[in-house]
């Protein structure tokens, strides 16, 4: 639906890495080293609620950059995308867990580019979102903290040697 419901907070810098690893609440300090040792460590949030006015400038950057030139297919698009969210605002009442999945497909996408260029990536659930939100102010922009994704290569030395378990492929999958 090209909502965009994210903002993305990448820290490159020690300083910021530190002050994400200062925030991610005690239970989960052992995450900090994965942060600190991290390339870029970004931070992925989804907006909190959806706004009109963030739709307005969803429609009015589409309109701008001419995704549809025929300004009635433009108006069908719109329409179609707030209806969608009304759906999932008042039908499904999970307006909030759609825009979370926007920001998990993000993490994906970026995880598989991230493959692509030979650089690891290792997504973080292991923190206080409301730690993470004060430290950054990230929800006096209208959103919260989803997810954390470290960058980087591999210290050779501490590379797992032991397999990860996983189910076999026949109780994963279903082939039709």
């Known amino acids: 639906m090209n909502v965009q ?22 239970r989960f300090r052992d995450n900090a080293e994965k942060i600190l040792n991290a390339s870029h460590t970004i931070i992925l949030t ?8 963030h739709l307005e400038a969803v429609f009015a950057k589409e309109r701008a ?14 329409s179609m995308t707030r ?8 039908g499904y009442k999970d307006l909030n867990h759609w825009m979370e999945k926007q920001t998990y497909m993000a993490v994906g996408l970026t ?14 659930e292991g923190f206080d979102p409301t730690s993470v939100d004060k430290a950054f102010k990230i929800r006096e922009s209208g959103h919260t903290t989803t997810v954390l994704l470290a960058l980087g290569y591999p210290d050779p030395e501490r590379v797992y040697t032991t397999p990860i378990s996983r189910f076999d492929a026949d109780r994963l999958f279903t082939f039709i």
């Open 65 to 78: 950059d001419g995704r549809f030139p025929d300004p009635s297919k433009q108006e069908l698009w719109e």
């Open 111 to 124: 995880m598989m580019a991230a493959a692509e260029l030979g650089v690891e990536a290792t997504p973080l």
């Open 5 to 26: 419901p994210n903002h993305f907070y990448v820290l490159a810098t020690p300083e910021g890495k530190e002050r994400l690893a200062d925030n991610l609440g005690e």
């Open 46 to 53: 989804t907006r909190a609620d959806l706004p009109d006015t």
């Open 83 to 90: 209806d969608f969210l009304n759906l999932r605002n008042y």
